[in-house]
């Protein structure tokens, strides 16, 4: 076990909030594990760690949380934050280092104090999401309401199709 996935369960127990693990092959690509965990794609977390550059010395990281079946908009995404000078994804090490686990294991979750989740309204549209666990051979599931209660992501339409 990986000290993130620990976190994660370690949070969800805390916070009281009932969850599912799922395992299944290892697999990062939303479309691929949301096959293998048998959920429909727009009910996965997509989680997305961007760079936000204010000028040239104040830069921000930014979790983007996007229902399975939709993009981050990168246009969208720098209109949340006026003044910005760049917004993109962050580097693959930035992101890993970040997120506390590879590619395509992040969390919808802050791993790191220096990370703002902001989640799109479209994820409310399913009753549960599923992600995974920090891990390529595990995923979870859990309700959408309790997501939003433990996370406390800043809502904002950050999705495109």
Request: include cysteine.
């Given at each position: 076990?990986n000290?993130?996935?620990r976190?994660l369960l370690?949070?969800?127990?805390?916070k009281?909030?009932?969850?599912?693990l799922i395992d299944h092959?290892?697999?990062?690509q939303?479309?691929?594990?949301?096959a293998?965990?048998g959920?429909?794609?727009a009910?996965?977390?997509?989680?997305i760690?961007?760079?936000?550059?204010?000028?040239?010395k104040?830069t921000?990281f930014?979790l983007?949380?996007?229902?399975?079946d939709r993009r981050?908009d990168i246009?969208k995404?720098?209109?949340?934050?006026p003044?910005a000078?760049?917004?993109?994804?962050?580097?693959?090490?930035v992101?890993?280092?970040l997120?506390?686990s590879?590619?395509?294991?992040?969390?919808?979750f802050?791993?790191?104090?220096h990370?703002?989740?902001i989640?799109?309204?479209g994820l409310?549209?399913?009753?549960e999401?599923?992600?995974?666990a920090a891990?390529l051979d595990?995923?979870?599931?859990?309700?959408?309401a309790?997501?939003?209660a433990?996370?406390q992501?800043r809502?904002?339409s950050?999705a495109?199709?």
């Open positions: 076990m000290d993130t996935y976190k370690a949070l969800l127990d805390e009281a909030v009932a969850y599912r092959e290892q697999e990062g939303t479309e691929k594990v949301s293998l965990r959920n429909p794609l009910a996965a977390a997509k989680c760690i961007l760079i936000v550059k204010l000028g040239k104040t921000r930014v983007a949380v996007v229902p399975g981050v246009g995404a720098r209109a949340l934050f003044g000078t760049y917004v993109g994804f962050a580097a693959s090490e992101a890993e280092r997120a506390g590879v590619a395509g294991t992040v969390l919808p802050a791993m790191h104090p990370v703002t989740v989640a799109d309204p409310q549209a399913n009753p999401l599923f992600f995974n891990r595990q995923s979870l599931a859990l309700s959408t309790d997501y939003l433990v996370a992501p809502l904002e950050i495109t199709s």
